[in-house]
C-alpha cells in the first residue's frame, strides 16, 4: 500500500524550526530591533551611539539611520528594516513609529496564539482592523489648504521636535517650507517626488542659523583657470558638449620640421584653431561657459584673457539642472551657436564651502531647484541638520500633496484606538480579540511617547483615554515638551494624515505575514558533500 505523503529530504545541518518556536522566534528578534530604536522616539528621545568596523562613530537619533547601520541575520528582522525603508520612502518620517506599531502588533497576536487561538482568525481580524483604521483616519482627518502658513509651520515644527535641531526649529521650519513651495512652484505633478530638488550644501562654520536659502543650482565644480572672474553679473551661459583643446590624429605620425620658420607656423596653426573657438563665445557676448566634456589648459587661459569663467566634466544630470534653471540649450557644434541658445543668471559665483568647490548659479529664468546652504560648527550638527531636513521637507510635501493633516502627540492613536474598540463589538469570532489586540498595539506609540518623557504612563494613559469622551475630543493628546495633555491641532502639533495611514497599512501586512509562518527551514548551517 502506497503513500502519498511527502518525504522531505533537508541536507544534514539543516535547521528546522516549526510552528510556534518559529513564530515566536521572528518576533523576539523584532521586538529585539524595536528595542534598539525606541527610546529615541518624540521631542524627549534619546541619541544612539553608533560605532563602525573601522571604530567611525556616528551619533543620532533618527530610526531611519539607525536601522541602517544595523548587521541583522534574522529575516524576519531585516524585513521589519525594510518595512522603516518603505516608510521613509513614501512619507519621509516616521520610521521609528512604524516599527514599534508592527513589533507591538506581533507581540499581541503571540499572546493571543499562546490562548491556543489559530493564526488564521488573528490575520483576518487585522486585516478589518488595519481597513477600518485607514476609514476612520479618512473621516477625522482634517482638510487644510495649501495657503495655510500657520498649520503647514506646525506640521514642520512637530517634525523637528524629536530631532537634534529643535533649538532652531522655528527658524528651519520657515526655511524648509519657503523651500519646498519653491519647487512646488517650479515643476508639475506631485511634489513629494520633487524632494531630490531641493539640495543641502553643508558649509562648516558660523552657527545653524547662519543657513539660508538660495534660489539657484549648485554644481561641485571648481573653475578650469584660477585667473578667471569668481563673480560673473548677468551671465550670458553657453550650454556645450565639445572638447576644447587641439584635436590629436586618430594615426600615429611624424611631423619633419626643417626650419626655425615652420615651428612657429605650426604652433600658429594650433593657436588660430583655438582662437577660432573663442571667436563664435566672444561674438555672441558669453561670459560662462558650462561643458561636459574637457577644456584644455591652454584654452582656459585663453578664456579667462577674455574675461570669461568655464567649468567642464559635468555629469549628464548637472548639464540638465543648469540647462533647466538658465533656459539654455545645450550645442554639440559651436558653429550653431546662437543668442537664442544662452541660458541666462543673474549672478554666477565660484565658492568654496568647507572643504569643495561651487559653481552657484541664482536669479536664473526658471530654477527648478532649490539650495539650503546649511551651515554649522560641528560635522556631526551638519549632519544630523541635514537629515531633519530630509525629513522636515518631505513631511510638507507630503500634506501640500494630500491637503490632510490629523493632530500628533498621539491623539489620533488614541481616538482611532477608541472607535476601533466600538468597531470590535460589532464583529463575532475570534477575530474580535484581534481587533482589540490592533486597538491596543496602536496605543504602543502614545505610550512610549509619554514614556520617553519620563513622565507616568498609566496615569497619562488613563487621563488621554478618559479625555477622548465625544468626537469634538479627537484631537486631545501628549505634548511632551510641556508635559501637558490637551488639543494638539489647536497647538499645531500637526502630522500628515497619509503618515498614519502608511504605518498602519505597512505594519499590519508586515505582521500577517510573519504570522502566516509556520515554520524556518535554515541551510546556512549545511555542510556539502
Not at 486585516?127 to 495649501?146: P, V
Not at 607656423?265 to 555672441?284: A, P, S, V
Not at 501628549?478 to 497647538?491: L, P, R, S, V
Amino acid at each position: 500500500m502506497s503513500s502519498n505523503v511527502p518525504i522531505i529530504i533537508l541536507r544534514e545541518g539543516t535547521e528546522d524550526i516549526k510552528k510556534r518556536e518559529a513564530r515566536t522566534q521572528n518576533i523576539n528578534a523584532m521586538m529585539a530591533i524595536t528595542e534598539t530604536v525606541r527610546s529615541t522616539m518624540g521631542p524627549k528621545g534619546m541619541d544612539k551611539m553608533l560605532v563602525d568596523s573601522v571604530g567611525d562613530i556616528t551619533i543620532t537619533n533618527d530610526g531611519a539611520e539607525i536601522l541602517d547601520k544595523l548587521d541583522i541575520e534574522n529575516v524576519a528582522a531585516n524585513m521589519m528594516v525594510n518595512l522603516a525603508k518603505s516608510v521613509d520612502k513614501e512619507v519621509g518620517d516616521g520610521t521609528t513609529s512604524a516599527v514599534i506599531f508592527c513589533a507591538q502588533l506581533l507581540q499581541n497576536a503571540l499572546e493571543l496564539i499562546e490562548q491556543e487561538i489559530h493564526p488564521k482568525p488573528i490575520t483576518n481580524g487585522f486585516k478589518l482592523a488595519s481597513n477600518k483604521t485607514i476609514q476612520i483616519i479618512d473621516e477625522i482627518s482634517k482638510k487644510i489648504s495649501e495657503d495655510n502658513e500657520e498649520l503647514l509651520k506646525g506640521a514642520a515644527i512637530t517634525s523637528m521636535n524629536s530631532k537634534d535641531i529643535a533649538a532652531v526649529k522655528e527658524y528651519f521650519a520657515e526655511l524648509a517650507l519657503k523651500a519646498v513651495r519653491h519647487v512646488a512652484e517650479k515643476n508639475e505633478g506631485p511634489i513629494f517626488d520633487k524632494v531630490s530638488n531641493i539640495k543641502v550644501i553643508k558649509a562648516p562654520g558660523k552657527s545653524l542659523k547662519d543657513s539660508e536659502l538660495i534660489s539657484g543650482i549648485y554644481i561641485e565644480k571648481e573653475k578650469v583657470n584660477s585667473n578667471m572672474p569668481d563673480v560673473i553679473s548677468n551671465a550670458k551661459i553657453a550650454i556645450i558638449r565639445k572638447k576644447l583643446e587641439i584635436v590629436k590624429s586618430e594615426y600615429d605620425s611624424n611631423i619633419m620640421i626643417k626650419s626655425p620658420e615652420k615651428i612657429q607656423q605650426f604652433l600658429d596653426q594650433e593657436k588660430n584653431m583655438l582662437k577660432g573657438y573663442l571667436k563664435y563665445f566672444t561674438d555672441l557676448g558669453v561670459t560662462m561657459i558650462v561643458n561636459n566634456q574637457d577644456i584644455s589648459d591652454k584654452f582656459g587661459a585663453m578664456l579667462s584673457k577674455e574675461g570669461i569663467a568655464a567649468i567642464k566634466s559635468l555629469s549628464d544630470d548637472d548639464i540638465k539642472s543648469v540647462i533647466n534653471a538658465t533656459g539654455g540649450t545645450q550645442i554639440d557644434d559651436l558653429k550653431d551657436l546662437r543668442e537664442e541658445h544662452l541660458g541666462f543668471a543673474e549672478k554666477v559665483k565660484f565658492e568654496k564651502i568647507g572643504d569643495d568647490d561651487y559653481t552657484i548659479f541664482s536669479g536664473c529664468k526658471n530654477p527648478k531647484t532649490v539650495a539650503i546652504l546649511l551651515k554649522g560648527g560641528l560635522e556631526k550638527i551638519l549632519n544630523t541638520a541635514e537629515i531633519a531636513l530630509h525629513d522636515v521637507v518631505s513631511v510638507l510635501a507630503k500634506i501640500i500633496d494630500t491637503k490632510t493633516i490629523v493632530a500628533g502627540g498621539g491623539a489620533t492613536y488614541i481616538e482611532v484606538a477608541k472607535r476601533l474598540r466600538t468597531y470590535a463589538n460589532e464583529i463575532s469570532g475570534k477575530e474580535q480579540l484581534a481587533i482589540q489586540a490592533f486597538a491596543n498595539a496602536l496605543e504602543e506609540i502614545p505610550r512610549t511617547l509619554i514614556a520617553n518623557a519620563g513622565l507616568d504612563v498609566i496615569e497619562n494613559m488613563t487621563e488621554l483615554r478618559a479625555a477622548h469622551k465625544t468626537p469634538e475630543d479627537k484631537w486631545i493628546g501628549i505634548d511632551t515638551i510641556e508635559n501637558k495633555i490637551g488639543n494638539n491641532m489647536e497647538k499645531g502639533i500637526i502630522e500628515p494624515a497619509e503618515l498614519i495611514k502608511h504605518i498602519v497599512k505597512a505594519g499590519g501586512e508586515l505582521a500577517n505575514l510573519i504570522l502566516r509562518v509556520d515554520r524556518i527551514i535554515n541551510a546556512k548551517a549545511a555542510e556539502r558533500d
